[in-house]
Every structure is written in structure tokens, then in C-alpha cells.
């Protein structure tokens, strides 16, 4: 039974397509490995969002090319959205790759790896090499991420809404990766939830590129409410799951039913990601983003308003091309006047066919780190303070296992998102209740055992 090792690069959604492809080639007879060492197949599922996430997957392709010397069979691959985005160039770039699979195709992975291996057996290595390369478009490909595998005591998981983007934000490489914007349909995707909740899964986040205006050009408004808003009423409806996340938004998909469902669902949690970007107008006007930052932050005031102890996070891109000082500047205020409960902060990375990438005035790495650094100070700040106003108070969350750090400790979310590490017992995992936070530390919150019965 050939053995197969995955290497998950970039986000969420990128996670949940490794965990079908895990699937889809455990039903077809494979072996999942926890090693390379051990793999007859090793495949690398790639993003694309920074230049620096690409360069690690070809710089880890080229590392991989050695295990040849000593299992001449193995079959090497690409996944994912720099597979779509480069497609049959990446055989120049790595000539030892045997597979290229789009972000369209993941369906496919366990034929064309089947297919490889066959060959490898009639045929001598760097013989007759026919690589394999599929970056088509599928239609309906989005509804192949489904159904996933759990793991004993799993009880959170990610479920795949949607595919693709229509935004076309002038930095982002997303619309090339993985297309247009294509939705599951509702029905299918809570039957998938409903699966979860029987098998003990209490907290599923919904994935999409931009998810808040998922199946907005493809299914209808009922009640003046929008397909996700109907998405979302469908999902908290599901006995057994407690609790509904979903990421990652677009502020422009922040409308008012939205905003209202906070209100009136207590399964959908306290916690609101909500990217930025820029804090000047004039940035985000170039971004394409399609928001003012008045209209961003008032936005924010609303979600608050909406339900009391919400979370908002976000995401912000420093240095991105012509960005002057008082731009920048504006962006700090943004975040000062905001206060996020945390945010990313990204150093602009030119990606190839976009609109910013031949921009001119690109800034330089030293002035885009030094923004980094000052942002993030400001963010810290921010951070440092909503989780000092936590210590002293309980805080429901849901234990999700052994902490990653200290394996002797338990760890769970809080409503909000935020990582709470206690001393307990197993039999907590799994469990929701709440915990009294004693301290705090980096983005971490450690409660109290003594309240845990
Ligand atoms: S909305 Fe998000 S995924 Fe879509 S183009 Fe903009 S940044 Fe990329």
C-alpha cells in the first residue's frame, strides 16, 4: 500500500482541500505518512498570497529531489494555488515534478497519482517522464470539497461554502487561484454539517474566499435576506452545533441582515474578522477595495453595537506601491480609533498578474518592514489590553485538546477566538464551559482549574 505525505502551506481553505485530497486517496487504498522519509508520494499544496510562500514550496521541491537517490519510484507533486497560478511553467522551475493539480481539480489527485504509479512500474525513472499538469476549470468543483474524515474527540471543523472571487483587489493573486465566485448549495452544504454534528462535532467555521457574499449571483434573495444570511439561519438550526464561525469576509458583505443575524443567532459566535487593509482612502481607492475608512470604522461601530463583547479582527498590507507616510499614518490611526482584538499585518508581496505588481513607486523592503514593526507595536498594544481586561473573568470556551505548547494542559477558543490554556482533565475535551482567566500572555489567555468540576 504506497504511502503519501501532504505539506500544507497558507490558509484555512488550503488545510481543509489537503484534508479531501487525505480522503480521497485513503479511500483509494493509499496510506496518509507522517514523514517524508516514509512516502511513496509527496505532495506540496502551495499558496500563493506572498512571494515568500512560494519561494519555501519551490525551495522545499528542490530539497525533495534528493530522496530520489534512494527510492527512485517516488512521485512528487504540486497542489494547490501556485500549481493553478503557474501551471505548466512550474516544470521548468521544478523539471523533477511529476504533477501539477489546480485548485480545480484536487478531485483528481488520487487518479493521477494511481496513474503515476502505475507507469513508474513500466517504465525507468527520468526514463520516460510524462508529467501530469491539470489547471483547467471544472464546473461544480466546489462542491468536491465535502464529507471530510474526523478524528477521534474532533469537535470543530472547517466546511467548504463556496470557491473563487470576483473582487479583483489590485494586490491579490485569489481570482487567478481559484476562480470565480461558485457556491455549494445551502441544502448540501448543512446535510455535510448535519454529518458533523452527528459524529460529535460542536463548532464548524464556514470557508470561502469572500465568504459573507457567498452564492450572490447565483441564488435569490428570500425575505429580503441573502443567500448567507439564509446559509447562516440554516446551519445554527443544526442539533449539536453550538457554535458558527466563518471566514474569511469582505467588508462590503457586512449588510444589514447580516449585521442583524448577530442579534438574533446565538450559535454565530462573538467574533467578526473584518480586513482592512489601508486606513487612507485614497490606498484603498486603488486597492479597489471598495470601502471608505470612515465607512469602515463605522461599520465596526455597528457590528459592536450589534452584540455586546464582539471580537473584531483583521488584516492590513503595509507598503503597499505610492503608500506615503500620511497614508501610513492613517492606517495607524485607523487601528488606534478601531482597536482591534487582533490583525495581521502584512508587508506588501508583488504578485504576478496583478494590477499593483507593476505599480509604480513600489516601497522598499526597509520602509515597508519599518511600517510593519510600527503597526504591529500599535496592534499589540491593542491585543495586550482587550486580554488584560479578560483576567478576573470567566469566559466560556470549548476545549479542543492538549495545548499545543505544554501537552500536560488543555486547550480551548473562547467565543471570540482567543486561546485559553488550563489545567484539566480529558474528560473536558470536547466539552464547553467556562473558565475564570487568571492571566494573559503574548495572544494566549491560562485560566484558573479550580472552577473546573
Ligand atoms: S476580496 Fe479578498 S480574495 Fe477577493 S480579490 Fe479581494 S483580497 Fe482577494
Given amino acids: 500500500m504506497p504511502g503519501v505525505y501532504i505539506k500544507t502551506y497558507g490558509c484555512q481553505m488550503n488545510e481543509r482541500d489537503s484534508e479531501q485530497v487525505s480522503k480521497m486517496l485513503v479511500e483509494r487504498g493509499y496510506r496518509m505518512v507522517e514523514a517524508e522519509g516514509e512516502a511513496d508520494v509527496i505532495l506540496l499544496n ?58 480545480q481539480k484536487f478531485h483528481r489527485v488520487a487518479d493521477y497519482v494511481h496513474d503515476l504509479l502505475q507507469s513508474r512500474q513500466h517504465a525507468l525513472i527520468d526514463d520516460v517522464r510524462r508529467p501530469i499538469v491539470d489547471t483547467d476549470e471544472e464546473p461544480g468543483s466546489q462542491s468536491t470539497i465535502r464529507e471530510q474524515e474526523l478524528e477521534t474527540g474532533q469537535v470543530t471543523a472547517f466546511v467548504s461554502i463556496m470557491q473563487g472571487c470576483n473582487m479583483h483587489c489590485a494586490f491579490c493573486i485569489v481570482p487567478q487561484t481559484r476562480g470565480s465566485e461558485r457556491g455549494r448549495p445551502i441544502a448540501e452544504i448543512v446535510a455535510e454539517v448535519r454529518l458533523l454534528a452527528e459524529r460529535g462535532v460542536k463548532e464548524v467555521t464556514l470557508l470561502g474566499q469572500i465568504v459573507n457574499l457567498y452564492g450572490r449571483h447565483e441564488f435569490p434573495k428570500v425575505d429580503d435576506k441573502s443567500p448567507f444570511v439564509q446559509l447562516l439561519e440554516a446551519v445554527c438550526a443544526v442539533d449539536g452545533i453550538e457554535r458558527v464561525r466563518f471566514t474569511s469576509p469582505h467588508p462590503i458583505g457586512y449588510r444589514d441582515d ?9 450559535k454565530l459566535v462573538e467574533h467578526v474578522h473584518l480586513p482592512l487593509q489601508s486606513g487612507s482612502d485614497r490606498i484603498l481607492k486603488i486597492m479597489r477595495r471598495g470601502y471608505t475608512a470612515e465607512k469602515f470604522q463605522k461599520l465596526a461601530e455597528r457590528i459592536r453595537a450589534a452584540r455586546p463583547g464582539m471580537a473584531i479582527t483583521s488584516d492590513i498590507i503595509v507598503g ?68 488584560d481586561a479578560l483576567i478576573g473573568t470567566e469566559v466560556e470556551i470549548l476545549c479542543e485538546g492538549a495545548s499545543r505548547h505544554n501537552t500536560e494542559r488543555l486547550s480551548g477558543r473562547s467565543r471570540t477566538n482567543k486561546i485559553v490554556v488550563f489545567e484539566g482533565a480529558p474528560r473536558h475535551i470536547g466539552q464547553i464551559f467556562p473558565v475564570k482567566i487568571t492571566r494573559a500572555s503574548g495572544s494566549t489567555l491560562y485560566g484558573d482549574p479550580a472552577i473546573l468540576e
Wanted: some cysteine; glycine content about 6%.
Fill in 320 to 387: 503597499f506601491p505610492g503608500e506615503t507616510d500620511e497614508d501610513f499614518q492613517k492606517t495607524r490611526d485607523l487601528c488606534e480609533a478601531v482597536s482591534f482584538d487582533n490583525a495581521f499585518v502584512f508587508r506588501y508581496s508583488p504578485r504576478q498578474n496583478t494590477p499593483a505588481a507593476t505599480m509604480e513607486a513600489q516601497i522598499s523592503e526597509e520602509l515597508k518592514e519599518a511600517r510593519n514593526q510600527e503597526l504591529l507595536d500599535v496592534v499589540n498594544r491593542h491585543v495586550a489590553a482587550k486580554l
Fill in 258 to 266: 447580516l449585521i442583524e443575524a448577530f442579534s438574533r443567532l446565538p
Fill in 46 to 103: 502551495t499558496c500563493s498570497v506572498r512571494d515568500m510562500a512560494e519561494q519555501k514550496a519551490i525551495g522545499k521541491m528542490g530539497m525533495l529531489r534528493k530522496l530520489r537517490k534512494t527510492r527512485p519510484h517516488l512521485v512528487l507533486g504540486y497542489l494547490g494555488c501556485m500549481a493553478q497560478a503557474r501551471g505548466q511553467s512550474l516544470l521548468q522551475t521544478s523539471p523533477h515534478v511529476d504533477l501539477v493539480v489546480g485548485t
